[in-house]
């Protein structure tokens, strides 16, 4: 539910803030260092899969997850329909939905085109610490799904 006594600018600035975040996160994990990831959690942040048993909980354990990235995997997300509440001064929820190309074994160069790999949405809880707003929570439910394709077995 939406918190209605905060000021419009306030409000506008705090929605801002945290649509900045969903954007950063796909970034740095498509062009910037997936394990910086970990930095737009609070300490105690939580990613999940709600389906299966996917759960990090902790700054430094996301750290080590999404730095375990394969260093030959291409992707680039597509984050739309983004939408921030702000419930109250300090604290946010919004919902995202994603379409996911990925592919492992690349060496360079453009590819083909495919298929997405995943498609489906976010649900997010920020935090705003110490005048800094961050994910405190970041579940992600898949409406389709598939394996990441390898690509070295393509070139010869």
């Known amino acids: 539910m939406a918190d209605e006594s905060i000021a419009p600018l306030d409000r506008l600035t705090a929605e801002r803030a945290c649509e900045r975040l969903v954007v950063q996160f796909v970034h740095e994990l498509d062009l910037g260092e ?7 959690f609070t300490a105690d942040g939580v990613w999940e899969w709600a389906e299966g048993d996917r759960r990090i909980e902790g700054r430094d354990a996301l750290r080590g997850y999404f730095g375990a990235r394969p260093v ?10 983004i939408l921030v ?3 109250s ?5 919004a919902t995202t939905y994603f379409t996911t190309y990925r592919v492992d074994g690349h060496s360079g160069g453009m590819l083909p085109p495919r298929p997405p790999t995943q498609v489906g949405h976010y649900e997010d809880t ?3 610490v110490e005048g800094r707003w961050l ?3 970041r579940a992600l439910f ?3 799904g598939g394996p990441t394709e390898n690509v070295t ?4």
């Not at 995997?73 to 329909?81: A, F, G, H």
């Not at 077995?153 to 010869?156: D, G, L």
């Open 34 to 40: 997936p394990g910086q990831v970990a930095e737009l």
């Open 72 to 81: 030959d995997r291409l992707s680039r997300r597509i984050c739309t329909n």
């Open 85 to 87: 509440t702000l419930t």
């Open 89 to 93: 001064a300090s604290t946010a929820t």
């Open 126 to 128: 920020f935090r705003n």
């Open 135 to 137: 994910l405190s929570r």
């Open 142 to 144: 898949l409406a389709f």
């Open 153 to 156: 077995m393509y070139r010869q």
